[in-house]
């Protein structure tokens, strides 16, 4: 339960109970407002009866022909309102717009290989790994095994124009690809 | 040709400014009118911060009017560099004129006025390019500029309906429907809303076309929203919303929304029988009850909306006297509490329904009083937080005495501590969940100390919270917790050191900085040299160059891609950090740091001068987050963030336009510049005008108005300073304008900097031949007689001295010393600015201000001797700071938190040494500075 509307630059002043967690950066303003400019649909922040932002989400639509798809270049939920979920409806109204309004064949996203939990999360909406990127992400300096740390998941989902599910596969995990090879 | 350029642009691609240069002088050997690789030279100087030199470039190129394409690009960039936006205006308006037919250069003509928000010029050529070129999105630019026009201040009310109207009838010429594309579709609906046209506008969003639009954009459905409301459609908006949210399991609180709304509909609308309204209301209360309980029913514990309809509709029942079940809201409050009270958002779900008083209280505390302290999982663990942060909210004044708060605190550390087994196996970057029981039992011990004063209990707070921050590393709220303690207990490295653990970045510094800024020059070492929170300053001002930069591009881009849903966001964005109230308190904080360090010269002073001013006319937007800080203090005293806050005053607007007014008047003085100079020295583009009335008033007037409401936001000792201040410019001002050298004498001297520097003269400037002297010229008027300096200037440093040991004696926190002590180097170095041109001989004889000289000789031995004092007294007490004895006394001090294990007497023991050798560093090396500053100035 929230209320569910456009995420704008003024939103910028507000965002620092989601931002300033490990998993969620801070961009430069040109980033959010490049956004902002070119897929206003795709952004939307959650907040609370009281006004106070829950979370938000970035996307963008990108590709041509089958590989015509929307990318989920952010979603984050402050750590107060986990587990009531948000992300799933996000999501799913990423997954409408990406459908109606862009005509894409599925929607993907990048996930650090170490947050499980989030992967897990994807997982039960139905996306499922397509490749893992070598190297996709900064370290975050926490001292793991800094291969799971930098690489990243390419998640997808497909919509409905691709009712066959061929911008999917089973074996995903295993494919792997380095980071100058995705876009 | 080709050939001599690409080098040029491949050196500044790659941002070697000096190798562009040096090609660019080949060519410009050979073809010294390559109006191109000035354009280019210019840019490679402007982006090595030779901005004179490339002044010069400049002009000689806009000057023979460039139209080539590459030219325009490189110049477009010079000139934003340069801050000069109007000069491009100019630039695009005269090639576009000299080829009219060329559509690029009339879209960057109207992209140029976009940046500097001309929408007038901008309407004017849209307008212009629909006719000539036919295509529709210029039709759509010049109604948003129509749109934005209307908004802007400075257009006169009655031009605004004229505009709206033009922009009315410019969309519906269009020869396309706006439907095909949401964003023309959006600026068509707000066209139609802001001219009151609700029921054109409603049919728009409720046709077959506008339903499709508006279910998959979600500004559109916004807008939609607004519509239905603007058009009184409350109780029909709340039977739609009931379809949605049963039909099509719409759980969008705004739609629970409508249906409350729908329900009051009738006494919220100012019926004229206000008895039948009430009936009839009753009647809806009962059908909505009836609703969001089959919704809850449905729901279960997947969502909360259902719940927390019935709790609103409680409450708005009560609010209208029309409550019937007296239970019903405590029953909803537990049966609320009883599904998601394992959920973190619980207490802030329920804070606004929880003001009970009497037997409704009395059942609702006994109620979570019975939540058991035992965690066997994360539900349990947040059941409990949440009943504790409830019962806190609504605890009286009668129940906070230091004893019962004690209690409390030890109690939410226990329960803390044994949380910690819930996360012990959680990877070292999660969060603990039991955070928000050692952020309870710290802000009790801060409410203790609020009561009493008494420093133990901070360093209570502070040693738990260290303890906790170890566990629970990402904990931001933990350590803006810590840095406000920190800096109450005179320990600003420690603060800084959170502060940067918490990683902020770009535009958060606009809203967080104010953490660790705010009076930042109190806990400043720029005296001894440290430039610490001198060069944060800076940091945290990057955000404002790259908005300046920046923003305006993403405007233009946005008319580009044509997403004008966005773009009075984007322009408020820009203005709220353009002039935003927390840039220019750091600013303010710079300055005061600054003058501690630098020599205090004419380069200083008229640069700040000018700045200042600008800043005098700004209109400012307070964009500091407060609401990030947690706050579970009960509803009977203070929030924890006014708790913390520094010396009781958070510095706002008020704050600000004291300490300009005193810098401004300060600088004044000392400087020669006066308004004719100051044009003539200006590169950018001056600031827009601001239309505050106030500011029209003559600056000297502004500057002496004393205004109440601004002194209120002052410190009682900053008040002192003010006084101190303003009688000091006074008794100075006949002085310093009798001794300042004329205009032409400043800028003859200005000429003769820049010529020495670039080698051409500076332009637009004629010199009179008489100008040229040194400055002395003989004055016609006799000198202004030397009358004695009033008491407060004299009293001053007496009285802070008093004060000083007041607070020292009366065992005051160490933030309380260092700001009336940094006041006091403040007070002795505005006396510096102000009587530095006393200060060479030969202005005194010339000007016979000997008697002058005097005074200000002993004024400046007064201060000095009184800086030395505190100076010693200050360093003996740095002295007694990190001694075993102090830290054996904080160890003492933190007896109720000390444990066995874990929470023990050495960790205590690491905190106080850290926190004694923190305040020691930073009162030994303010004291050691003002010895510093006095032999500076001597």
Redesign the interface.
């Known amino acids: 339960?929230?209320?569910?509307?456009?995420f704008?630059?003024?939103d910028?002043?507000?965002f620092?109970?989601i931002?300033?967690?490990?998993w969620t950066e801070?961009?430069?303003?040109?980033f959010y407002?490049?956004y902002?400019?070119?897929w206003?649909?795709m952004c939307?922040v959650q907040e609370?009866?009281?006004g106070?932002i829950m979370g938000y989400v970035m996307g963008k639509a990108e590709g041509a022909g089958t590989e015509r798809h929307g990318h989920v270049t952010a979603l984050s939920v402050a750590?107060?309102?986990?587990?009531?979920?948000l992300a799933r409806k996000f999501m799913s109204f990423l997954e409408?717009?990406s459908d109606?309004?862009y005509r894409g064949y599925f929607v993907d996203l990048y996930v650090r290989c170490i947050n499980t939990a989030a992967i897990h999360m994807y997982e039960g909406f139905g996306y499922s790994v397509y490749r893992r990127v070598k190297e996709y992400y900064q370290n975050?300096g926490?001292g793991l095994n800094p291969r799971d740390e930098e690489d990243g998941f390419d998640m997808r989902k497909p919509l409905s124009r691709d009712p066959m599910r061929r911008s999917v596969r089973a074996n995903g995990r295993d494919i792997t690809v380095s980071a100058h090879e995705v876009p | 040709m080709d050939r001599q350029i690409r080098p040029i642009y491949e050196a500044l691609d790659t941002g070697s400014n000096k190798s562009a240069i040096l090609a660019c002088n080949k060519v410009l050997k050979k073809q010294p009118n390559n109006l191109l690789v000035k354009a280019l030279k210019a840019l490679a100087l402007v982006r090595s911060q030779k901005v004179e030199e490339a002044l010069v470039l400049c002009d000689e190129v806009l000057a023979s009017k460039p139209a080539d394409d590459p030219t325009l690009a490189a110049m477009m960039h010079v000139l934003r560099g340069l801050g000069r936006h109007m000069d491009m205006v100019t630039m695009y308006e005269d090639a576009y004129k000299q080829q009219p037919g060329n559509e690029e250069l009339g879209t960057q003509t109207f992209f140029a006025n976009v940046r500097i928000g001309n929408w007038k010029a901008a309407q004017q050529i849209a307008t212009k390019m629909h006719k000539q070129f036919q295509d529709d999105h210029y039709l759509y630019w010049s109604v948003m500029s129509a749109l934005l026009q209307a908004h802007d201040p400075s257009t006169p009310e009655a031009l605004r309906t004229v505009l709206l109207k033009l922009a009315h009838r410019l969309i519906s010429s269009s020869a396309t429907p706006s439907f095909y594309n949401?964003?023309r579709f959006h600026l068509h609906v707000n066209v139609l809303k802001e001219l009151g046209l609700y029921d054109e506008a409603f049919e728009m969003v409720e046709s077959e076309t506008g339903k499709v639009v508006c279910?998959?954009?979600?500004?559109c459905d916004?807008l939609r929203r607004e519509i239905w409301k603007l058009k009184g459609l409350t109780k029909e908006a709340g039977e739609r919303a009931e379809k949605r949210i049963l039909e099509a399991k719409d759980?969008?609180?705004?739609e629970f929304?409508a249906v409350l709304d729908g329900t009051f509909a009738d006494l919220t609308s100012q019926p004229s029988d206000v008895e039948a309204a009430k009936a009839a209301v009753s009647e809806r209360i009962v059908k909505a009850r009836e609703f969001f309980g089959k919704i809850v029913e449905i729901d279960g514990m997947?969502?909360?909306?259902g719940h927390?309809a019935l709790l609103?509709l409680e409450k708005r029942a009560r609010h209208h006297g029309l409550a019937t079940d007296s239970a019903a809201l405590n029953s909803s409050l537990e049966h609320y509490f009883q599904s998601f009270g394992g959920?973190?958002?619980c207490y802030?779900?329920l804070k606004?329904y929880i003001e009970l008083e009497g037997d409704e209280l009395a059942r609702w505390t006994a109620m979570l009083e019975n939540q058991p302290a035992t965690f066997a999982s994360l539900s349990d663990i947040w059941r409990y937080i949440n009943a504790q942060k409830l019962l806190r909210y609504n605890l009286s004044a009668a129940d906070l005495t230091p004893e019962a708060e004690t209690k409390r605190a030890v109690q939410y550390l226990d329960a803390y501590l044994d949380g910690l087994k819930l996360g012990k196996d959680l990877?070292?970057?999660d969060?603990q969940p039991a955070d928000d029981l050692a952020i309870l039992s710290a802000q009790a011990f801060v409410n203790i100390w609020k009561q009493t004063g008494d420093e133990a209990f901070l360093c209570n707070a502070a040693a738990l919270l260290e303890y906790a921050i170890a566990r629970s590393k990402?904990s931001?709220q933990i350590r803006l917790h810590l840095i406000r303690i920190y800096r109450l207990l005179g320990a600003p490295s420690l603060a800084l050191e959170h502060y940067r653990s918490?990683?902020v970045?770009?535009?958060?510094n606009?809203?967080?900085s104010h953490f660790i800024l705010s009076r930042a020059s109190t806990f400043s070492l720029s005296s001894i040299g440290d430039l610490t929170y001198t060069s944060e300053c800076l940091e945290s001002s990057r955000?404002y160059l790259?908005?300046s930069e920046?923003?305006a591009?993403?405007i233009v881009?946005?008319f580009g891609?044509e997403?004008y849903?966005?773009i009075p966001?984007?322009i408020?964005?820009e203005d709220?950090?353009d002039n935003s109230l927390q840039r220019d308190l750091v600013k303010m904080e710079h300055v005061r740091m600054r003058i501690a360090h630098e020599p205090i010269n004419s380069e200083l002073v008229d640069m700040e001068l000018i700045e200042l001013k600008f800043i005098f006319d700004r209109v400012h937007h307070d964009?500091r987050?407060f609401?990030?800080l947690a706050n579970y203090q009960p509803r009977s005293v203070a929030s924890f963030n006014q708790q913390t806050q520094f010396l009781e005053k958070t510095p706002g607007l008020g704050w600000l336009w004291v300490f300009l007014k005193i810098y401004i008047k300060a600088f004044q003085l000392a400087s020669d510049l006066d308004d004719t100079v100051e044009d003539k020295l200006l590169i950018g583009d001056r600031p827009k005008p601001s239309y505050d009335p106030e500011t029209k008033i003559p600056l000297n007037e502004r500057l002496a108005m004393r205004k109440q409401e601004e002194i209120n936001e002052l410190t009682p000792d900053e008040s002192l300073f003010y006084d101190y201040a303003s009688a000091l410019s006074q008794w100075l001002t006949p002085y310093h304008d009798y001794t300042r050298p004329p205009p032409s004498a400043v800028l003859a001297e200005a000429a003769k900097i820049t010529e020495q520097k670039t080698g051409h003269p500076l332009k637009g400037l004629e010199i009179s031949a008489d100008a040229a002297t040194n400055g002395h010229a003989k004055k016609d008027e006799e000198p202004p007689a030397v009358v004695e300096p009033p008491a407060q200037i004299t009293q001053y440093f007496d009285d802070m001295l008093k004060r000083f040991k007041e607070v020292l004696e009366g065992k005051g926190l160490p933030h309380e010393l260092l700001h009336l002590v940094t006041l006091t180097q403040e007070a002795f170095l505005l006396f510096v600015i102000e009587t530095t041109r006393f200060k060479t001989p030969s202005v005194i004889k010339v000007n016979k201000l000997g008697a002058l000289a005097q005074h200000i000789k002993e004024i400046r031995a007064k201060a000095s001797a009184v800086l030395a004092e505190i100076s010693s007294a200050l360093v003996s007490y740095a002295e007694q700071e990190a001694t075993a004895e102090r830290r054996k006394e904080v160890v003492q001090a933190c007896k109720p938190i000390i444990h066995e294990s874990g929470l023990d007497h050495d960790f205590v023991l690491n905190v106080a040494k850290k926190i004694t050798d923190a305040r020691k560093q930073i009162t030994d090396g303010v004291g050691k500075g003002l010895v510093r500053v006095c032999k500076t100035h001597a």
């Open positions: 339960m929230s209320v569910l509307r456009p704008r630059a003024t910028m002043f507000k620092n109970h931002n300033l967690d490990l801070t961009y430069a303003i040109n407002l490049g902002f400019s070119r206003p649909d939307a609370t009866p009281q106070r750590p107060e309102y986990r587990r009531l979920g409408q717009v109606e309004n975050l926490l | 949401a964003d279910s998959s954009n979600l500004a916004e759980r969008n609180w705004l929304l997947k969502d909360r909306s927390l609103e959920k973190a958002c802030e779900d606004p990877p070292s970057y969060l990402m931001y918490i990683n970045k770009q535009v958060q606009d809203t967080l955000i790259s908005n920046e923003t591009e993403f881009r946005a891609s997403k849903s966005q966001d984007f408020e964005f709220r950090l964009n987050d609401d990030i």
